[in-house]
């Protein structure tokens, strides 16, 4: 894998609240590591498509935008993560 920076941040907000995600590398290089933080990030899908992305939203009132722009959510990582702990 080619790491270009060792670090990163994105950042998303609007004037209700603000979510992002820090990225930085791991083991020389070999594993990227994402720490999301602020509001629920989602899982999601282009409609029509198998990849997968995963959505940082400033806050839930963003959830109907992303629809309108093609994109078909799975659910909130939380949420996912709750249900996968509970098996």
Do not use: T
Not at 28 to 43: E, I, K, M, R, T
Not at 44 to 58: M, V
Not at 69 to 74: H, N, V
Not at 78 to 85: H, P, R
Request: aromatic share 6%; proline share 1%; hydrophobic share 40%.
């Amino acid at each position: 894998m080619d790491i270009i920076s060792s670090h990163a941040q994105v950042l998303v907000k609007d004037n209700k609240g603000s979510s992002g995600v820090n990225i930085h590398s791991a083991l020389s290089g070999h594993v990227a590591v994402l720490n999301f933080w602020g509001q629920d990030a989602y899982l999601a899908r282009g409609k029509g498509c198998s990849d997968l992305h995963i959505l940082i939203l400033p806050n839930d009132e963003w959830e109907n935008d992303v629809k309108a722009q093609g994109f078909e959510i799975i659910g909130k990582l939380s949420d996912l993560v709750k249900k996968i702990d509970q098996l």
